[in-house]
């Protein structure tokens, strides 16, 4: 498929076909708000790829805590631009596997994945971990270089998976940055957490600082986000090889 080249998956992988909505309504237990976003803002859903030992010679993987015997690419059709990540949750929780999720609106694209371990309670049931996205991004985005499965591992589906994981996890930092040095997956992840705890603190007390009236209080709080923005920065001040 011409619009996935960057990905250089062989043909042998490629599916093409439409997930219809139906399998979520039925499956994901969705109610009336997730109902109304699956049908105001997904056009169309469709199974690009599936990558299982049937159609490329990679083994699957299995443990006590992961079982990827494939992985998928799986491609959302927008009708406008939100509530991606609650979409992605219910699409990898409805279908139980490592997938590559890619968003598009207009010409762009918008890349999700996540580990996933298997519910222990349930195990017909996977848990998500930490989501990464991507952001808005153009043709000419350096990240799709980064992406050619054929550079990845393909020792299982859970290497290859992480070494996905891993490229789309550096290039997410890589832009918020000072100085440049090289970096792990794992690295980039943890600071992408960081960075997005110390925001939403910073965004919350930034709300209390408008509702607050008393001036000694004002102090407070504008000291509270001076040592967050400090804190944010200290870390930024690493950086990272693309």
């Known amino acids: 498929m011409e619009a996935y080249r960057f990905l250089n998956i062989p043909d042998s992988c490629f599916v093409g076909s439409t997930i219809y909505k139906k399998l979520f309504y039925e499956n994901a237990d969705l109610g009336v708000r997730d109902k109304a976003i699956f049908t105001d803002v997904i056009e169309k859903i469709r199974w690009v790829y599936c990558l299982k030992p049937e159609t490329i010679n990679i083994p699957s993987f299995k443990d006590?805590?992961?079982?990827?015997?494939?992985?998928?690419?799986?491609?959302v059709r927008l009708k406008k631009?939100?509530?991606?990540?609650?979409?992605a949750e219910i699409i990898m929780r409805t279908i139980p596997y490592p997938m590559l999720l890619i968003f598009k609106w207009e010409?762009?694209?918008?890349?999700?994945?996540a580990h996933q371990k298997i519910n222990q309670n349930d195990s017909s049931k996977n848990t998500i971990e930490y989501f990464i996205a991507?952001?808005?991004?153009?043709?000419k985005s350096f990240l799709f270089a980064k992406l050619d499965i054929k550079e990845m591992r393909f020792t299982n589906y859970y290497t290859l998976y992480s070494d996905l994981v891993d490229a789309i996890s550096i290039y997410k930092v890589a832009d918020i940055v000072k100085d440049k040095v090289p970096i792990t997956g794992i690295e980039a992840r943890e600071l992408a957490k960081q960075i997005e705890e110390i925001d939403g603190q910073i965004t919350s007390l930034r709300a209390r600082l408008k509702k607050e009236s008393q001036f000694n209080r004002k102090m407070e709080?504008?000291?509270?986000?001076?040592?967050?923005?400090?804190?944010?920065d200290k870390?930024?001040?690493?950086a990272y090889e693309r």
Request: charged share 40%; proline share 2%; aromatic share 6%.
């Open 81 to 87: 631009d939100t509530s991606l990540k609650r979409i």
């Open 64 to 75: 006590q805590i992961r079982d990827y015997p494939e992985v998928e690419v799986i491609e």
């Open 235 to 238: 870390l930024l001040g690493g």
């Open 134 to 139: 991507t952001g808005w991004l153009d043709s």
């Open 107 to 113: 010409d762009k694209k918008q890349l999700y994945v």
């Open 221 to 232: 709080l504008n000291i509270e986000i001076k040592k967050l923005e400090q804190k944010k």
